[in-house]
């Protein structure tokens, strides 16, 4: 599985990489077009066709300088991942930012069945730029339906402030209860996303272990990446929050993204980093802002 925060960009470029390829199960944020669960597939059919109808227009140069735009890929993050890779996928999204953007996760279902599905909204009303949100989906074996694990899907607030930091370890706290009210079926679970926190600074990980959780990298490794934001990528789009933070500024970059699991019987072998090479011919294009996190977990 992978965990590709913010993974938007250019995914012809990561989807060479092997990692990404032989992933099982897949996830992004910001993915154009990705109205498929919010807001059912017909309305989802007429934004992706006014947006590929706007894509075609800016791809006249006189349209494109009047509105200031460049052209997009309006493309949803299935059919992209699907066209390249040939896999038979089911994509569960959540929409945060309009009808557009949101949380992706992407199963492939030659290896997987999915089960129940569900959100989490951690975003609090009134507050703009937010981004905070959670999904879930049950995962089960393909050849007898059994439970298999809990897979869940995250993006905690970027404000890099004191109440930045309270706002993620309450988000955190809720998503750890969201997920101790589901264990009927298995109470193995694995949540991955953009934590948007430096976890020795917060209590993010303190929750986590005092739940159960254990991070995926950091049994490997016995720590967690150096980074994982930002990667070198250069977009007009590109967000650069953040961009101010002393390890930022030094070249160094921070860890923001992490697998965590627990339940008796799933165990990780493997886990590491892929994203964060440029393409042979631009170093300014990576396939994220964010560098992807993988793990290879088994289920006993």
């Known amino acids: 599985m992978v965990n590709g925060a913010g993974m938007d960009e250019d995914l012809a470029e990561s989807l060479k ?28 059919l007429i934004f992706v066709g006014i947006l590929r109808c706007l894509n075609f227009a800016l791809r006249i140069p006189f349209l494109g300088r009047l509105v200031g735009m460049a052209p997009l890929a309006f493309e949803t993050f ?13 994509n569960l999204y959540y929409v945060t930012l309009g009808a557009f953007f949101g949380i992706s996760t992407l199963v492939d279902t030659s290896k997987y069945k999915v089960g129940r599905f569900a959100k989490l909204v951690l975003q609090p009303k009134g507050v703009r730029k ?97 980074s994982t934001w930002p990667t070198g990528l250069q977009s007009i789009y590109m967000d650069k929050d953040g961009f101010d933070l002393p390890a930022v500024k030094n070249g160094v970059g921070i860890c923001l993204d992490f697998i965590f699991f627990r339940g008796k019987g ?15 011919g631009d170093t300014t294009l990576y396939p994220s802002d964010h560098a992807a996190v993988w793990a290879d977990v088994m289920v006993e």
């Open 17 to 44: 990489f092997k990692a990404y390829s032989d992933a099982g199960i897949l996830t992004s944020l910001f993915t154009c077009g990705s109205a498929g669960v919010e807001y059912g597939p017909i309305v989802t």
């Open 130 to 226: 937010h981004l905070g949100t959670a999904t879930r989906v049950l995962i089960r074996s393909r050849e007898t339906g059994r439970a298999l694990f809990w897979f869940v899907n995250i993006h905690y607030v970027h404000f890099t402030n004191d109440e930045g930091k309270r706002m993620r370890v309450e988000e955190c706290k809720r998503v750890i209860k969201w997920m101790d009210g589901c264990v009927g079926e298995t109470d193995r679970c694995i949540v991955v996303g953009d934590h948007n926190t430096l976890m020795k600074n917060e209590g993010i990980y303190k929750a986590m272990k005092a739940s159960g959780y254990e991070s995926a990298h950091k049994q490997v490794h016995g720590k967690e990446p150096l």
């Open 78 to 90: 299935r059919e992209r991942v699907g066209k390249l890779t040939g896999l038979d996928i089911f």
């Open 266 to 280: 799933l165990k990780v072998t493997g886990a590491g980093v892929v994203g964060n090479k440029p393409s042979p």
